[in-house]
């Protein structure tokens, strides 16, 4: 049975950090695209970032320079390592399995609450 | 970015009667890379329909996908209790890829 357990979700004052972790079974996280997918409250959801299988990464503009992805391949587990955390980024963050960077995502995990405020 | 419009906002039916959801492109989607999610409430989104028309798997056939260019539609053929969830669309021709602001449908 596939799942995807996300975990690391706080409240995080503006300017903060934060790590999210995605646990992954039923697959590989080696033989995946893996995503992270963010949807702020009453919206639609929004990709964050992609780590592809050979180990490139791409991220939306709106990340670009503060949020990294990165996947630990003996712990079958995707990192979101989020720096410089603005009000912008409160959402819920899921992890999410896609094909390719052009793709739909057809597994995804429970997601984690992400709250940045003062 | 492509700009994804769903309408209508909210959508209230009886069951059984039949439920058509439309998405519009702000330019033509490239290939039938659009994609269809149903979420329930406090739920994760889940897969309905890719590539327009597919079904994912273990979806119900009363679920069914059309269009192309910049219209596509997502059309519930018997609505049943279990189907009330917010619906999202997902074009993934071009990067970005982008989602929709979602459909709200309920039952009456």
């Known amino acids: 049975e596939v799942q995807l357990v996300e975990t690391g979700g706080n409240l995080v004052q503006p300017g903060g950090s934060l790590r999210l972790s995605c646990v992954v079974s039923?697959?590989?996280?080696?033989?995946?695209?893996m995503n992270w997918v963010r949807q702020a409250p009453g919206k639609g959801p929004e990709w964050v970032s992609v780590?592809?299988?050979?180990?490139?990464?791409w991220s939306a503009d709106s990340v670009k320079g503060r949020f990294i992805i990165s996947r630990d391949s003996s712990q079958n587990t995707v990192y979101l390592q989020m720096n410089s955390l603005g009000v912008d980024d409160t959402a819920i963050y899921y992890c999410?399995?896609?094909?390719?960077?052009?793709?739909?995502?057809?597994?995804w995990g429970q997601g984690t609450q992400v709250t940045v405020s003062s | 970015e492509i700009v994804l419009t769903q309408s209508p906002g909210t959508l209230s039916l009886s069951p059984g009667e039949r439920a058509t959801l439309s998405c519009r492109a702000s330019?033509?989607?490239?290939?039938?890379?659009l994609a269809w999610y149903q979420q329930k409430f406090g739920q994760a989104p889940r897969l309905l329909i890719h590539?327009?028309?597919r079904r994912a798997t273990g979806i119900p056939d009363r679920f069914s996908g059309s269009g192309s260019g910049t219209d596509f539609t997502l059309t519930i053929s018997r609505l049943e209790p279990e189907d009330v969830a917010v619906y999202y669309c997902?074009?993934?021709?071009?990067?970005?890829?982008?989602f929709g602001q979602g459909t709200k449908v309920a039952i009456k």
């Open positions: 330019q033509r989607v490239s290939g039938t890379y």
């Open positions: 780590i592809y299988t050979g180990g490139s990464t």
């Open positions: 997902q074009q993934y021709g071009s990067v970005p890829g982008t």
């Open positions: 590539g327009a028309s």
């Open positions: 999410a399995r896609s094909f390719g960077l052009l793709s739909h995502f057809d597994y």
């Open positions: 039923g697959f590989d996280v080696n033989d995946s695209y």
